[in-house]
């Protein structure tokens, strides 16, 4: 079953109307930070379970877009690891794509 999505669908901006708060608005354009209510607050379940779509990991051009995704996150997040070891992850994650999938949608 494939879900339409906003992607499918051709969506390429999302709105969200609220009353007007002139902190919020000074808050964004000062600072550059947006304001988002707690998703505990949400009266609709599905409202923080958004869904992805990652590409065909028999794809070998998804695959190599997601790896070198993988390489520029690694290499920003996880500065204490070595060069070394990010390549041989990468390498890992080229020949097993199954398992880039995995990573690729694993929640942080």
């Not at 379970?49 to 190599?64: A, C, L, Q």
Request: proline share 5%.
């Amino acid at each position: 079953m494939m879900w339409t999505t906003a992607r499918t669908a051709g969506v390429e901006r999302l709105f969200k109307y609220q009353k007007f708060n002139p902190d919020r608005l000074s808050d964004l354009i000062v600072h550059k930070r947006l304001w988002f209510s707690d998703p505990m607050t949400f009266n609709d379940p599905w409202d923080c379970k958004p869904f992805y779509y990652v590409g065909d990991f028999t794809n070998s051009d998804v695959i190599e877009r997601h790896v070198q995704w993988y390489l520029q996150v690694t290499r920003r997040h996880q500065s204490n690891l070595a060069e070394s070891e990010i390549q041989k992850r990468a390498e890992y994650f080229r020949a097993n794509p199954k398992e880039l999938g995995k990573k690729t949608l694993e929640v942080a």
